[in-house]
């Protein structure tokens, strides 16, 4: 499990993707000031598309394994 900073959507820079996912308390997370993000503990970076798309795969408009593709996860995000 690790806990992560999670942020978008709707982010200044989106060449990365919708969101962008960094370890809580990387000092990453300081360029990111002033985006929507949310803290969250995850074991899987699919759990954390899960979680993001949450509305969209109950809905049957996406797996979260094609959700993956608009996240980017920074180095410093070492679960699996
Ligand atoms: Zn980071």
Redesign the pocket.
Known sequence: MQTLKIFGANLRDQSKGQFVV??EG?A?CAKLKGEHSRTETHATALSVSASIWADMIRDGEMTADEGLNEIHF?P?VTIP
């Open positions: 960094h370890a990387c990453d920074a410093c």
